[in-house]
Protein backbone atom coordinates (compact mmCIF):
# COMPACT_ATOMS: atom_id res chain seq x y z
CA UNK A 1 0.00 0.00 0.00
CA UNK A 2 1.57 3.41 -1.25
CA UNK A 3 -0.38 6.53 0.57
CA UNK A 4 0.30 10.05 -1.03
CA UNK A 5 -1.16 13.06 0.81
CA UNK A 6 -1.68 16.51 -1.52
CA UNK A 7 -1.47 18.70 1.88
CA UNK A 8 -3.38 22.44 2.48
CA UNK A 9 -3.81 22.96 -1.31
CA UNK A 10 -4.75 26.47 -1.88
CA UNK A 11 -7.35 25.71 -4.24
CA UNK A 12 -9.54 22.22 -5.24
CA UNK A 13 -12.54 21.73 -7.45
CA UNK A 14 -13.89 18.68 -5.48
CA UNK A 15 -17.04 17.04 -6.06
CA UNK A 16 -20.13 17.66 -4.21
CA UNK A 17 -21.99 14.50 -4.24
CA UNK A 18 -25.46 16.00 -3.07
CA UNK A 19 -25.37 18.26 -5.58
CA UNK A 20 -24.44 16.68 -8.30
CA UNK A 21 -21.63 19.24 -8.97
CA UNK A 22 -18.13 20.55 -8.89
CA UNK A 23 -17.13 23.29 -6.10
CA UNK A 24 -14.35 25.10 -4.88
CA UNK A 25 -12.66 24.31 -1.70
CA UNK A 26 -9.62 26.04 0.04
CA UNK A 27 -7.01 24.57 1.61
CA UNK A 28 -7.84 21.38 2.01
CA UNK A 29 -5.78 17.67 1.86
CA UNK A 30 -6.51 15.27 -0.73
CA UNK A 31 -5.37 12.08 0.03
CA UNK A 32 -4.98 8.69 -2.60
CA UNK A 33 -4.37 5.17 -1.27
CA UNK A 34 -2.54 2.71 -4.29
CA UNK A 35 -5.05 3.94 -7.51
CA UNK A 36 -8.30 5.59 -5.69
CA UNK A 37 -8.85 8.33 -3.73
CA UNK A 38 -9.37 8.26 0.28
CA UNK A 39 -9.84 11.68 1.28
CA UNK A 40 -10.55 14.80 0.63
CA UNK A 41 -11.27 17.63 3.33
CA UNK A 42 -9.47 19.63 5.82
CA UNK A 43 -7.06 18.68 8.61
CA UNK A 44 -5.72 15.15 7.49
CA UNK A 45 -4.73 13.00 10.41
CA UNK A 46 -3.68 10.57 9.42
CA UNK A 47 0.25 9.26 7.48
CA UNK A 48 1.47 9.29 4.21
CA UNK A 49 4.24 7.46 2.50
CA UNK A 50 4.90 10.95 0.32
CA UNK A 51 3.72 14.27 0.52
CA UNK A 52 2.98 17.00 -1.68
CA UNK A 53 2.79 20.45 -0.41
CA UNK A 54 -0.02 22.11 -1.83
CA UNK A 55 1.02 25.92 -1.21
CA UNK A 56 0.63 27.24 -4.83
CA UNK A 57 -1.41 24.50 -5.98
CA UNK A 58 -4.87 24.14 -7.61
CA UNK A 59 -5.96 20.35 -7.47
CA UNK A 60 -8.38 19.13 -10.12
CA UNK A 61 -10.07 16.27 -10.93
CA UNK A 62 -8.31 14.69 -14.60
CA UNK A 63 -9.75 15.39 -17.77
CA UNK A 64 -12.00 12.97 -19.75
CA UNK A 65 -11.52 12.73 -23.37
CA UNK A 66 -14.26 11.46 -24.98
CA UNK A 67 -13.50 11.35 -28.67
CA UNK A 68 -9.79 11.32 -30.26
CA UNK A 69 -8.52 9.68 -33.20
CA UNK A 70 -4.96 9.56 -32.02
CA UNK A 71 -3.25 7.60 -34.48
CA UNK A 72 -3.05 9.38 -37.68
CA UNK A 73 -4.69 13.50 -36.59
CA UNK A 74 -1.08 14.41 -36.26
CA UNK A 75 -0.27 13.18 -39.77
CA UNK A 76 -2.94 16.09 -41.25
CA UNK A 77 -0.58 19.13 -39.16
CA UNK A 78 0.06 21.41 -42.60
CA UNK A 79 -3.12 20.19 -44.26
CA UNK A 80 -6.14 20.14 -42.05
CA UNK A 81 -6.31 23.51 -40.72
CA UNK A 82 -7.33 25.06 -43.96
CA UNK A 83 -8.36 22.00 -45.63
CA UNK A 84 -12.25 22.34 -47.34
CA UNK A 85 -14.41 21.27 -50.07
CA UNK A 86 -16.66 24.21 -50.75
CA UNK A 87 -18.77 22.30 -53.34
CA UNK A 88 -19.18 19.50 -49.95
CA UNK A 89 -20.34 22.53 -47.32
CA UNK A 90 -16.68 23.08 -46.57
CA UNK A 91 -16.20 19.72 -44.86
CA UNK A 92 -12.53 18.45 -45.76
CA UNK A 93 -13.81 14.51 -44.43
CA UNK A 94 -14.65 13.08 -47.57
CA UNK A 95 -11.71 14.25 -49.49
CA UNK A 96 -9.42 13.70 -47.11
CA UNK A 97 -10.10 10.30 -46.56
CA UNK A 98 -9.74 9.65 -50.08
CA UNK A 99 -6.60 11.51 -50.64
CA UNK A 100 -4.64 10.82 -47.74
CA UNK A 101 -3.11 7.01 -46.54
CA UNK A 102 -2.34 7.48 -42.89
CA UNK A 103 -2.52 3.73 -42.64
CA UNK A 104 1.74 2.73 -42.49
CA UNK A 105 1.97 1.32 -38.97
CA UNK A 106 4.83 3.01 -38.26
CA UNK A 107 3.27 6.25 -39.05
CA UNK A 108 -0.18 5.68 -36.40
CA UNK A 109 2.39 4.42 -33.98
CA UNK A 110 4.60 7.96 -34.27
CA UNK A 111 1.57 9.82 -34.71
CA UNK A 112 0.05 7.97 -31.11
CA UNK A 113 2.65 9.22 -29.13
CA UNK A 114 3.16 12.20 -30.16
CA UNK A 115 -0.88 12.74 -29.64
CA UNK A 116 -0.63 10.89 -26.69
CA UNK A 117 1.98 13.51 -25.27
CA UNK A 118 -0.53 16.20 -26.19
CA UNK A 119 -4.03 14.96 -24.46
CA UNK A 120 -2.03 14.10 -21.45
CA UNK A 121 -0.16 17.97 -21.11
CA UNK A 122 -3.15 18.99 -21.24
CA UNK A 123 -4.44 17.85 -17.87
CA UNK A 124 -6.46 14.16 -19.99
CA UNK A 125 -6.33 10.93 -17.47
CA UNK A 126 -8.86 9.13 -19.59
CA UNK A 127 -8.95 9.26 -23.17
CA UNK A 128 -11.17 7.31 -25.56
CA UNK A 129 -9.02 6.41 -28.83
CA UNK A 130 -11.74 5.18 -31.77
CA UNK A 131 -9.12 4.15 -34.80
CA UNK A 132 -8.63 0.77 -36.44
CA UNK A 133 -6.68 -1.94 -35.33
CA UNK A 134 -2.81 -1.22 -35.64
CA UNK A 135 0.35 -3.17 -34.30
CA UNK A 136 1.52 -1.37 -31.57
CA UNK A 137 -1.80 0.66 -30.50
CA UNK A 138 -2.62 -1.06 -27.01
CA UNK A 139 0.68 -1.35 -26.52
CA UNK A 140 1.68 2.13 -26.22
CA UNK A 141 -1.30 3.57 -25.22
CA UNK A 142 -0.90 1.00 -22.11
CA UNK A 143 2.73 2.04 -22.07
CA UNK A 144 1.51 5.50 -21.89
CA UNK A 145 0.12 5.11 -17.74
CA UNK A 146 -3.44 7.07 -19.57
CA UNK A 147 -6.67 5.39 -18.67
CA UNK A 148 -7.60 4.26 -22.37
CA UNK A 149 -10.76 3.35 -23.74
CA UNK A 150 -10.04 1.47 -26.88
CA UNK A 151 -12.62 1.86 -29.63
CA UNK A 152 -11.54 0.04 -32.83
CA UNK A 153 -13.54 1.24 -35.49
CA UNK A 154 -15.26 -0.71 -38.35
CA UNK A 155 -17.52 -0.04 -40.42
CA UNK A 156 -19.93 -1.45 -43.93
CA UNK A 157 -19.02 0.74 -46.66
CA UNK A 158 -16.46 3.09 -47.31
CA UNK A 159 -16.58 6.82 -48.50
CA UNK A 160 -15.71 7.03 -52.37
CA UNK A 161 -15.92 10.19 -54.70
CA UNK A 162 -15.73 10.46 -58.45
CA UNK A 163 -15.89 14.47 -58.58
CA UNK A 164 -15.60 17.10 -55.61
CA UNK A 165 -19.29 17.69 -55.24
CA UNK A 166 -20.99 13.82 -54.68
CA UNK A 167 -20.74 11.75 -52.35
CA UNK A 168 -20.89 8.01 -53.30
CA UNK A 169 -20.44 4.86 -51.03
CA UNK A 170 -18.41 1.28 -51.54
CA UNK A 171 -20.46 -1.71 -49.74
CA UNK A 172 -19.23 -4.32 -48.48
CA UNK A 173 -21.27 -5.65 -46.02
CA UNK A 174 -18.82 -8.72 -45.09
CA UNK A 175 -15.94 -6.20 -44.46
CA UNK A 176 -18.38 -4.58 -41.75
CA UNK A 177 -19.13 -8.37 -40.00
CA UNK A 178 -15.30 -8.93 -40.07
CA UNK A 179 -14.74 -5.66 -38.67
CA UNK A 180 -16.88 -6.36 -35.97
CA UNK A 181 -15.48 -9.28 -34.97
CA UNK A 182 -12.33 -8.24 -34.66
CA UNK A 183 -13.63 -5.71 -33.14
CA UNK A 184 -14.88 -7.87 -30.52
CA UNK A 185 -11.67 -10.09 -30.63
CA UNK A 186 -9.33 -7.00 -29.18
CA UNK A 187 -12.04 -5.33 -26.96
CA UNK A 188 -12.23 -8.83 -25.26
CA UNK A 189 -8.76 -9.17 -24.78
CA UNK A 190 -8.07 -5.73 -22.76
CA UNK A 191 -9.03 -7.18 -19.46
CA UNK A 192 -5.71 -9.30 -19.39
CA UNK A 193 -3.55 -6.25 -20.73
CA UNK A 194 -0.67 -5.82 -18.22
CA UNK A 195 -1.29 -2.11 -17.83
CA UNK A 196 -4.48 -3.16 -16.50
CA UNK A 197 -5.50 0.65 -17.64
CA UNK A 198 -7.37 -0.27 -21.03
CA UNK A 199 -11.31 -0.94 -21.90
CA UNK A 200 -13.43 -0.91 -24.86
CA UNK A 201 -15.60 0.52 -26.41
CA UNK A 202 -17.76 -0.94 -29.86
CA UNK A 203 -17.40 1.89 -32.19
CA UNK A 204 -19.13 1.22 -35.78
CA UNK A 205 -17.46 4.52 -37.67
CA UNK A 206 -20.64 6.42 -39.12
CA UNK A 207 -24.05 5.87 -39.31
CA UNK A 208 -24.26 6.30 -43.44
CA UNK A 209 -21.55 3.81 -43.46
CA UNK A 210 -23.08 0.84 -41.57
CA UNK A 211 -26.12 -1.19 -42.49
CA UNK A 212 -28.91 -0.69 -39.42
CA UNK A 213 -28.08 -4.68 -38.87
CA UNK A 214 -24.46 -3.84 -38.26
CA UNK A 215 -25.60 -0.85 -35.78
CA UNK A 216 -28.09 -2.76 -33.81
CA UNK A 217 -25.89 -6.03 -33.46
CA UNK A 218 -22.74 -3.98 -32.47
CA UNK A 219 -24.95 -2.01 -29.98
CA UNK A 220 -26.03 -5.31 -28.79
CA UNK A 221 -22.30 -6.26 -28.20
CA UNK A 222 -21.74 -3.39 -26.24
CA UNK A 223 -24.73 -3.87 -24.00
CA UNK A 224 -24.00 -7.52 -23.62
CA UNK A 225 -20.56 -6.33 -22.22
CA UNK A 226 -22.02 -3.30 -20.33
CA UNK A 227 -19.30 -1.31 -22.10
CA UNK A 228 -19.96 1.96 -24.10
CA UNK A 229 -21.35 2.22 -27.59
CA UNK A 230 -19.86 5.32 -29.98
CA UNK A 231 -20.31 6.35 -33.53
CA UNK A 232 -20.28 9.43 -35.67
CA UNK A 233 -23.43 10.81 -36.89
CA UNK A 234 -24.90 14.29 -37.95
CA UNK A 235 -21.20 15.43 -38.61
CA UNK A 236 -21.56 16.72 -42.13
CA UNK A 237 -24.85 18.17 -44.53
CA UNK A 238 -23.78 15.77 -47.07
CA UNK A 239 -24.32 12.95 -44.24
CA UNK A 240 -27.13 14.68 -43.63
CA UNK A 241 -28.84 14.45 -47.18
CA UNK A 242 -27.83 11.24 -47.69
CA UNK A 243 -29.73 9.86 -45.12
CA UNK A 244 -32.62 11.81 -46.23
CA UNK A 245 -32.34 10.10 -49.88
CA UNK A 246 -32.12 6.98 -48.14
CA UNK A 247 -34.67 6.97 -44.92
CA UNK A 248 -36.13 10.51 -45.63
CA UNK A 249 -35.22 11.60 -42.23
CA UNK A 250 -32.52 13.10 -40.71
CA UNK A 251 -29.23 11.16 -39.61
CA UNK A 252 -30.35 11.45 -36.05
CA UNK A 253 -34.32 10.34 -35.86
CA UNK A 254 -33.23 7.55 -37.77
CA UNK A 255 -30.53 6.13 -35.11
CA UNK A 256 -34.07 6.83 -33.17
CA UNK A 257 -36.06 5.09 -35.51
CA UNK A 258 -33.41 1.76 -35.64
CA UNK A 259 -32.98 1.63 -31.83
CA UNK A 260 -29.28 2.57 -31.56
CA UNK A 261 -29.57 5.85 -29.35
CA UNK A 262 -30.20 5.44 -25.54
CA UNK A 263 -27.73 5.74 -21.97
CA UNK A 264 -24.40 4.11 -23.20
CA UNK A 265 -24.34 5.41 -26.77
CA UNK A 266 -21.75 8.66 -27.03
CA UNK A 267 -22.99 10.35 -30.58
CA UNK A 268 -19.95 12.54 -31.93
CA UNK A 269 -20.43 14.73 -32.86
CA UNK A 270 -24.45 15.64 -33.56
CA UNK A 271 -23.63 19.19 -34.78
CA UNK A 272 -25.57 19.33 -37.24
CA UNK A 273 -28.97 18.61 -35.89
CA UNK A 274 -32.28 19.57 -37.90
CA UNK A 275 -32.23 22.89 -36.25
CA UNK A 276 -28.80 24.10 -37.55
CA UNK A 277 -28.94 26.71 -39.21
CA UNK A 278 -26.93 24.86 -42.21
CA UNK A 279 -29.51 21.99 -42.43
CA UNK A 280 -32.70 24.03 -41.37
CA UNK A 281 -35.00 20.07 -41.87
CA UNK A 282 -38.68 20.95 -41.46
CA UNK A 283 -38.53 18.88 -37.79
CA UNK A 284 -37.53 20.12 -34.72
CA UNK A 285 -36.89 16.98 -32.96
CA UNK A 286 -32.92 15.96 -32.89
CA UNK A 287 -32.47 17.66 -29.88
CA UNK A 288 -35.05 16.28 -27.83
CA UNK A 289 -34.43 11.93 -29.60
CA UNK A 290 -30.86 12.69 -27.90
CA UNK A 291 -32.08 14.15 -24.38
CA UNK A 292 -35.27 11.64 -24.00
CA UNK A 293 -32.70 8.86 -25.06
CA UNK A 294 -30.35 9.58 -22.50
CA UNK A 295 -27.54 9.35 -24.90
CA UNK A 296 -24.20 11.51 -24.93
CA UNK A 297 -22.85 13.59 -27.21
CA UNK A 298 -18.97 14.01 -27.82
CA UNK A 299 -18.61 17.96 -28.56
CA UNK A 300 -15.47 18.77 -30.61
CA UNK A 301 -15.61 22.00 -31.41
CA UNK A 302 -12.21 22.79 -33.77
CA UNK A 303 -12.27 20.68 -36.54
CA UNK A 304 -15.78 21.75 -37.58
CA UNK A 305 -14.45 25.44 -36.22
CA UNK A 306 -11.89 25.44 -39.25
CA UNK A 307 -14.56 25.15 -41.66
CA UNK A 308 -16.37 27.55 -40.17
CA UNK A 309 -19.58 25.15 -38.78
CA UNK A 310 -20.54 25.51 -35.03
CA UNK A 311 -22.72 23.81 -32.58
CA UNK A 312 -25.91 25.92 -32.17
CA UNK A 313 -25.14 25.73 -29.12
CA UNK A 314 -23.68 24.12 -26.66
CA UNK A 315 -25.62 25.52 -23.41
CA UNK A 316 -29.04 24.87 -25.34
CA UNK A 317 -27.91 21.23 -25.51
CA UNK A 318 -27.22 20.96 -22.18
CA UNK A 319 -30.29 22.59 -20.57
CA UNK A 320 -32.66 20.08 -23.13
CA UNK A 321 -31.32 17.22 -21.01
CA UNK A 322 -28.34 15.58 -23.42
CA UNK A 323 -25.43 14.34 -21.63
CA UNK A 324 -22.87 16.72 -23.11
CA UNK A 325 -18.75 15.55 -23.11
CA UNK A 326 -16.28 16.58 -24.94
CA UNK A 327 -13.37 15.60 -26.99
CA UNK A 328 -9.82 16.35 -28.87
CA UNK A 329 -11.09 15.27 -32.89
CA UNK A 330 -7.95 16.53 -34.53
CA UNK A 331 -4.86 17.76 -32.93
CA UNK A 332 -3.25 19.74 -30.91
CA UNK A 333 -4.99 17.38 -29.00
CA UNK A 334 -5.46 20.13 -26.05
CA UNK A 335 -8.31 19.34 -23.80
CA UNK A 336 -8.18 22.65 -22.33
CA UNK A 337 -8.33 24.43 -25.70
CA UNK A 338 -11.46 22.78 -26.36
CA UNK A 339 -13.18 23.69 -23.45
CA UNK A 340 -12.67 27.08 -24.20
CA UNK A 341 -13.64 26.61 -27.43
CA UNK A 342 -16.72 25.39 -27.12
CA UNK A 343 -17.79 28.34 -24.72
CA UNK A 344 -16.67 30.72 -26.65
CA UNK A 345 -18.44 29.53 -29.92
CA UNK A 346 -21.62 28.74 -27.89
CA UNK A 347 -21.67 32.08 -27.06
CA UNK A 348 -20.97 33.31 -30.82
CA UNK A 349 -23.59 31.51 -32.03
CA UNK A 350 -26.50 32.26 -28.92
CA UNK A 351 -25.43 35.60 -28.91
CA UNK A 352 -25.90 34.92 -25.64
CA UNK A 353 -22.74 35.08 -22.92
CA UNK A 354 -24.92 33.40 -20.26
CA UNK A 355 -25.20 30.29 -23.04
CA UNK A 356 -22.22 28.45 -21.10
CA UNK A 357 -20.75 29.00 -17.58
CA UNK A 358 -17.22 28.01 -16.98
CA UNK A 359 -18.36 25.55 -14.23
CA UNK A 360 -21.04 23.90 -17.28
CA UNK A 361 -18.15 23.21 -19.55
CA UNK A 362 -16.01 21.98 -17.07
CA UNK A 363 -18.59 19.39 -15.35
CA UNK A 364 -18.93 18.18 -19.04
CA UNK A 365 -14.80 17.57 -19.60
CA UNK A 366 -15.29 15.87 -16.43
CA UNK A 367 -18.24 14.02 -14.33
CA UNK A 368 -20.66 13.95 -17.85
CA UNK A 369 -17.52 12.35 -19.92
CA UNK A 370 -17.29 9.89 -16.85
CA UNK A 371 -20.81 9.26 -17.02
CA UNK A 372 -20.68 8.82 -21.16
CA UNK A 373 -18.10 6.21 -20.71
CA UNK A 374 -19.71 4.40 -18.08
CA UNK A 375 -17.54 5.14 -15.08
CA UNK A 376 -19.03 7.14 -12.41
CA UNK A 377 -15.44 6.41 -10.82
CA UNK A 378 -13.92 8.99 -13.16
CA UNK A 379 -14.00 12.88 -12.84
CA UNK A 380 -14.15 13.93 -9.77
CA UNK A 381 -12.14 14.36 -6.92
CA UNK A 382 -13.98 12.41 -4.21
CA UNK A 383 -13.09 9.37 -2.20
CA UNK A 384 -13.62 6.65 -3.53
CA UNK A 385 -12.91 7.71 -6.95
CA UNK A 386 -9.71 6.70 -9.01
CA UNK A 387 -6.83 8.47 -8.04
CA UNK A 388 -6.85 10.88 -11.54
CA UNK A 389 -5.57 14.21 -10.28
CA UNK A 390 -4.16 17.34 -11.87
CA UNK A 391 -1.89 19.64 -10.27
CA UNK A 392 -2.39 23.71 -11.70
CA UNK A 393 0.75 25.68 -10.70
CA UNK A 394 -1.33 29.03 -9.67
CA UNK A 395 1.67 31.03 -9.74
CA UNK A 396 2.41 30.45 -13.51
CA UNK A 397 1.85 34.32 -15.25
CA UNK A 398 -1.24 33.42 -17.25
CA UNK A 399 -3.00 32.21 -14.15
CA UNK A 400 -2.61 35.30 -11.80
CA UNK A 401 -4.64 36.94 -9.98
CA UNK A 402 -5.98 33.36 -9.31
CA UNK A 403 -9.26 34.81 -7.99
CA UNK A 404 -11.70 32.22 -10.27
CA UNK A 405 -8.36 29.72 -11.01
CA UNK A 406 -10.65 27.50 -13.23
CA UNK A 407 -11.29 30.67 -15.34
CA UNK A 408 -7.81 31.25 -15.19
CA UNK A 409 -6.93 27.41 -16.82
CA UNK A 410 -9.62 27.92 -18.88
CA UNK A 411 -9.48 31.03 -20.94
CA UNK A 412 -5.76 32.06 -20.12
CA UNK A 413 -3.40 29.73 -19.08
CA UNK A 414 -4.34 26.23 -20.64
CA UNK A 415 -2.13 23.21 -20.46
CA UNK A 416 1.08 25.90 -19.40
CA UNK A 417 -0.34 25.57 -16.07
CA UNK A 418 -0.67 22.43 -16.09
CA UNK A 419 2.33 20.68 -13.51
CA UNK A 420 1.88 17.44 -12.51
CA UNK A 421 -1.05 14.64 -13.68
CA UNK A 422 -1.42 11.63 -11.92
CA UNK A 423 -3.18 8.81 -13.31
CA UNK A 424 -4.55 5.71 -11.37
CA UNK A 425 -2.01 7.24 -8.49
CA UNK A 426 0.59 7.16 -10.90
CA UNK A 427 2.27 10.09 -11.76
CA UNK A 428 2.61 10.43 -15.27
CA UNK A 429 3.23 13.95 -15.82
CA UNK A 430 6.20 15.78 -13.88
CA UNK A 431 6.31 19.21 -14.42
CA UNK A 432 4.72 19.27 -17.77
CA UNK A 433 6.54 16.64 -19.28
CA UNK A 434 4.73 13.11 -19.99
CA UNK A 435 7.48 10.73 -17.78
CA UNK A 436 6.66 7.88 -19.94
CA UNK A 437 6.88 8.74 -23.56
CA UNK A 438 8.82 10.44 -25.86
CA UNK A 439 7.46 13.61 -27.28
CA UNK A 440 10.35 15.58 -28.81
CA UNK A 441 11.31 11.63 -30.30
CA UNK A 442 7.89 10.36 -31.01
CA UNK A 443 7.42 12.13 -34.03
CA UNK A 444 11.05 12.24 -36.09
ZN1 LIG B 1 -14.26 11.54 -34.93
Redesign the pocket.
Known sequence: MSTTLIKNADWAIVWDASGKRHVYRKGIDIVFENDAITHVGPGFKGTADATVDGLGLMVMPGLVDI?S?LGHEPAYRGIREEHGVANMYMSSLYERSQAFDVSDPELRRACLEVALCEVLKSGVTTVCD?SPVYDGWTDIVGKSGIRGFMAPGFASARWKLTNDHSLDFDWDEARGRKGLEAALALVDGLAKHPSEMLSGVISPMQIENCSDDLLRDSLDAATERNIPFTL?IA?GVLEHLEMVKRHGTTPIRHAYDIGILGPTTVI??AILPDTHSWIRWHTKDDIRLLAESGSSVAH?PTPFARYGILMESFGDYVRAGINMGI?T?TTPHNMLEEIRKAGTFARITSRDINNVSTGMLFHAATAAGAKALMREDLGKLTPGAKADIVLVDLHQPDMMPARDPLRSLVFHAADRAVKDVYIAGRKIVADGEVTTLDHKGAGE
Open positions: HHIHQGHCGD
